[in-house]
T-cell receptor, first 113, second 109 residues
Framework: KAGVTQTPRYLIKTRGQQVTLSCSPI?????VSWYQQTPGQGLQFLFE???????NKGNFPGRFSGRQFSNSRSEMNVSTLELGDSALYLC????????????FGPGTRLTVT | AQRVTQPEKLLSVFKGAPVELKCNYS??????LFWYVQYSRQRLQLLLR??SRESIKGFTADLNKGETSFHLKKPFAQEEDSAMYYC???????????FGTGTSLTVIP
């Protein structure tokens, strides 16, 4: 069974631009969660989608948004990028919402200049 | 407010020595506690959860509600234990996980 995949793996953007990151969960998994990982803050929960609906949301500004498609693939969008948005963005999939068994992807390394 | 604190960013121990990675949490309610591990060039993965009370790769962790701690312990460290360890908490809303900032463990041969 293929693992969680994330595209692109690396991205360089300029301050003020917007970016879209993609996550394909493990086949059969319907829940996708997104995290921001930085050296100073560790992993911070962004949001979780299940069956195309946002189920949980972390404490991030509205510039961070996401969606999930009917095939469970999820995208995360960040608008008006700031230097502080530079981070590794991880997604994790699980069979159902509320499951502790999350399987993480390799992450997308976003650098904002 | 929910918070997970890992006071040590870096921890080095000699092979064969006991190791303890500290984790303290604050949460109003009954949380589930977990330890995740990330080995070099590998993905983050679940190591163990407090509810299962099992030992994985020789590691155990006991939830101490009085001290609000969930320290990870292993009596004899091995070189392959070198990795980044994250303590995490899940609240009543299921998949909303709160992670600590992580502890990088290095086991010296």
């Amino acid at each position: 069974k293929a693992g969680v995949t994330q595209t692109p793996r690396y991205l360089i953007k300029t301050r003020g631009q917007q970016v879209t990151l993609s996550c394909s969960p493990i086949s059969g998994h319907r829940s996708v969660s997104w995290y921001q990982q930085t050296p100073g803050q560790g992993l911070q929960f962004l949001f979780e989608y299940f069956s195309e609906t946002q189920r949980n949301k972390g404490n991030f500004p509205g510039r961070f948004s996401g969606r999930q498609f009917s095939n469970s693939r999820s995208e995360m969008n960040v608008s008006t990028l700031e230097l502080g948005d530079s981070a590794l963005y991880l997604c994790a999939s699980s069979l159902v919402t509320g499951s502790y068994e999350q399987y993480f992807g390799p992450g997308t390394r976003l650098t904002v200049t | 407010a929910q918070r997970v604190t890992q006071p040590e960013k870096l921890l080095s121990v000699f092979k064969g020595a006991p190791v303890e990675l500290k984790c303290n949490y604050s949460y109003s309610g009954s949380p589930e506690l977990f330890w995740y591990v990330q080995y070099s060039r590998q993905r983050l993965q679940l190591l163990l959860r407090h509810i299962s009370r099992e030992s994985i790769k020789g590691f155990t962790a006991d939830l101490n509600k009085g001290e609000t701690s969930f320290h990870l312990k292993k009596p004899f460290a091995q070189e392959e234990d070198s990795a980044m360890y994250y303590c995490a908490l899940s609240g009543a809303r299921g998949n909303q996980f709160y992670f600590g900032t992580g502890t990088s463990l290095t086991v010296i041969p």
